[in-house]
């Protein structure tokens, strides 16, 4: 017994892959009166000084800033409204749906889902424009006090717990509450890994690369093209040249004719091809023929 493993799926990375800004100084600095440059040194220093991981960091910092005046979980959820994307996002998602898959690859079931995995706050990317269009959102959480208040960190996702949320992904346990670990034979798993495509920015993103090089899934490292000082190309370049972490660099613009767009699409219908080649050579392999008279 095997699952159809018809589905395609594209992994985003959120902070400089889909969005140019930080989701915290976008839609909690500003709502607040939180200082940026104040919060990131007071981050760095947790990091430095106290050992604290980075995410750990500024999960602990927003809640320091905030003090009294701490949001609930729907509040921040709200404040993602604000949130800003790159070019072509979220209208990518919805013409992604009609007209990029052929009639033969709709006849063979095949369809593409849309993951988030961020070490962001998972209720501001909910609250956003493009929670629409995506299957499940991964995210740092926070659990709230008996007013509903935010109060301490619930789940934290490091640059390296990112890949397994991949591993998720395969095997179909989006719920948190299933055991990642558990044994699932190869063709049991939905979402094969060559069935994957990974979206990221730079050197957070490279468990990821790494885990998408190794079981034959495809990765993009994208940059931000507005970037005066290059910072955000020369961490894309250095994946591509020197790290050979990944095969595709491109400026994050999303709309029709981009070259980040044209790479998508080229890889959406190359695994759709594969998916249906697939197809044809198992039931070749399990088709007896009719004897000739």
Known sequence: MSVPQSTIAIIYDYDQTLSPNYMQEEAIFPHFG??????????????????????????????????????????????????????????MFQEFNTGLLSPEHDAHGITLEHYIVSSGIKELIVGSRIEPYVRKIFGCEYAEDADGRITFPKRVISHTQKTQFL????????????????????????????????????????????????????????????????????????????????????????????????????????IADSIVERRRSDLEAVTVRAPKH
């Open 167 to 270: 591993f998720r992904i395969n095997k179909g346990m989006l719920d948190l509450s299933q055991d990642v670990n558990d044994h699932m034979p190869g063709d049991m798993r939905p979402i094969p890994f060559q069935n994957m495509i990974y979206v990221g920015d730079g050197p957070t993103d490279v468990p990821c690369f790494t885990v998408m090089k190794q079981t034959g899934g495809r990765a993009i490292a994208v940059y931000n093209p507005q970037d005066a000082t290059r910072v955000s190309f020369k961490k894309c370049y250095q994946l591509i040249a020197h790290a050979d972490r990944v095969r595709h660099i491109a400026p994050a613009d999303y709309r029709p004719g981009s070259h980040l767009r044209l790479i998508l699409e080229e890889m959406i219908t190359e």
């Open 34 to 91: 939180i200082n940026g440059k104040q919060f990131w040194q007071r981050c760095g220093e947790l990091v430095q000084k106290h050992g604290y991981e980075h995410e750990l960091a500024y999960m602990k910092a927003l809640l320091d800033y905030l003090d009294l005046d701490r949001p609930t979980n729907a509040q921040l959820r709200e404040l993602g409204a604000k949130l800003s994307f790159f070019p072509g996002i979220p209208e």
